[in-house]
């Protein structure tokens, strides 16, 4: 039970930073808590060095149990820095040599990090193996000022450092940041640099996906006709985190760069899916920015896809989140003419109906209603027009679920607490055992990735650029249920216990 309790509190976490989401960089998510989140919510960090491996009667007894000899077991590790918390391991007994379950066959004298939790009898986390560069890193980190601008500057000197650790936390740090922050690193860039990574398609999409976010901010004309030579190509490869290139794209030319997105991608029937919805995703940027183009330019390529019923869904939650209200006879005919081939649209036209303040509005949603009763309170479960927030995710959502036939019934919402009082609730009923952790498994599987099958954000349109990682098999809507069924679950175990 131990571990699945430190997996229940390390989840919550991840998931309430996941929340910020709406207010972090725009194409990017984070893949796990950074380094400063982890020692930040630990009592306890501290580096040490494996002093002795457990011995071989311990090693035979676990394999009695039916694990191999790299199971969990007890290994003796020496306390040679201290990183936080020192005054709760000065109660530990002997407090510079401590036993702890270790996974692994490293050799005496590597150094770790390592996590304790719920003092004054620590729980300690699974050792995560650590250079002398990261020993430095860390110190370094845990000394930073609270200044968003001063910390971006440190962690940019290590994006695609040579220690896969490093640059993988360097990019967290500023795939959580605001928007609005990163571009205040405009005359901090290495702008030559960031167009090398670009160009490097062997690289992760998620960090080419940063790269063009930074470009977007500190980009030159020049930039831009490498973007639209990207735009272009026909190598999925180069064409990798579409939704960014284009929105780094639209940053540098502006509105003149609409005509060549809206002829490749919203109005070309030849054009690939998750392509084009990296072009909804960009213009969604750039509509919640509309710094460099008008709110109402965009908005007008966006309606665009009206022309598309098996795409239509997709833009309308944005059309009537800018209140572009002169599409309700397009929308009404859409439900109307809709097959159940794309029988999904009917429940973002009803919501966006119901949101609309014109007086034909009413009396097409009472005639559409009596049309079909299904497909209207299927869209009253999933609205948040009560509370005035009609989003893309709902009708995605709505979307999704109709076509997989889910959730046919509203279900109560799941209450969470906050992260802190959970935590309380479970440290609390972990009893005695050493609590074993997910940092290091979190760091070797990314909770959020991409591939170029999956090139695709759904992105919300507020002024900070808010995100959110969708899957395009699922269309959105599965990914957000199933995380939302998976917390649920949680949830009940640490009630329940």
């Known amino acids: 039970m131990k571990t699945q309790w430190y997996l229940a509190i390390m989840m919550l976490l991840v998931w309430n930073s996941a929340g910020q989401n709406a207010r972090s960089c725009p194409f990017c998510a984070p893949s796990a808590l950074t380094f400063s989140e982890e020692i930040g919510a630990a009592d306890v960090a501290v580096i040490v060095a494996l002093k002795q491996l457990p011995p071989p009667a311990e090693t035979e007894a676990t394999s009695t149990l039916g694990f191999n000899d790299s199971s969990s077991f007890k290994a003796q590790f020496e306390v040679i820095e201290s990183l936080k918390g020192n005054q709760h391991l000065e109660k530990q007994s002997q407090a510079q040599l401590l036993e702890v379950d270790y996974v692994g066959e490293d050799k005496i004298g590597d150094k770790f990090l390592l996590i304790g939790l719920d003092p004054p009898e620590l729980n300690w986390t699974i050792p995560i193996k650590i ?35 490093l640059a993988r936390d360097s990019y967290d740090e500023f795939a959580k940041t605001p928007y609005k922050q990163i571009k205040t690193l405009k005359d901090q860039m290495d702008r030559q640099q960031l167009v090398a990574w670009i160009r490097d398609t062997e690289l992760p999409t998620t960090r080419r996906r940063l790269y063009l976010t930074l470009l977007g901010v500190c980009g030159a004309r020049e930039d831009a006709d490498l973007l639209e030579g990207m735009i272009r190509s026909d190598d999925r490869r180069i064409k990798a985190a579409m939704d960014a290139m284009i929105g780094c794209y639209l940053s540098l030319v502006g509105t003149e760069g609409l005509p060549l997105i809206e002829e490749l991608l919203l109005t070309n029937k030849d054009a690939e899916y998750t392509h084009i919805y990296g072009a909804i995703v960009a213009l969604r940027f750039h509509a919640g920015q509309a710094d460099k183009i008008p709110r109402e330019r965009v908005v007008q390529s966006l309606r665009l896809i009206l022309l598309r019923p098996d795409l239509a869904d997709l833009v309308i939650p ?180």
């Open 318 to 497: 944005d059309l009537a989140k800018y209140e572009d209200w002169t599409v309700v006879p397009q929308l009404v005919k859409l439900f109307k003419d809709s097959t159940d081939e794309n029988s999904w649209v009917r429940v973002p036209v009803i919501n966006f109906l119901r949101r609309c303040p014109l007086p034909e509005a009413k009396t097409h949603l009472e005639a559409l209603s009596k049309l079909d009763p299904e497909s209207y309170r299927r869209a009253q479960a999933f609205s948040p027009t009560e509370d005035k927030k009609t989003e893309p995710e709902a009708a995605t959502e709505a979307r999704a679920t109709q076509s997989q036939g889910i959730g046919q019934e509203s279900g109560g919402e799941v209450q969470i607490t906050t992260v802190e009082e959970v935590k309380k609730d479970a440290v609390e009923s972990i009893s005695e055992e050493n609590r074993t952790g997910v940092s290091e498994v979190a760091r070797s599987e990314p909770l959020a990735s991409y591939t170029p099958e999956s090139d695709f954000l759904m992105t919300d349109s507020s002024p900070d650029g808010g995100t959110s990682a969708p899957g395009v098999a699922t269309v959105l809507g599965i990914q957000f249920l199933a995380s939302a069924i998976l917390l649920g679950v949680y949830w009940m175990i640490l009630r329940r216990a």
């Open 131 to 165: 250079s002398d560069r990261i020993q430095v890193y860390l110190a370094k980190v845990i000394q930073l000022p609270e200044d968003a601008n001063q910390r971006l500057v440190f962690f940019k000197d290590y994006l695609e450092d040579e220690e896969e650790m």
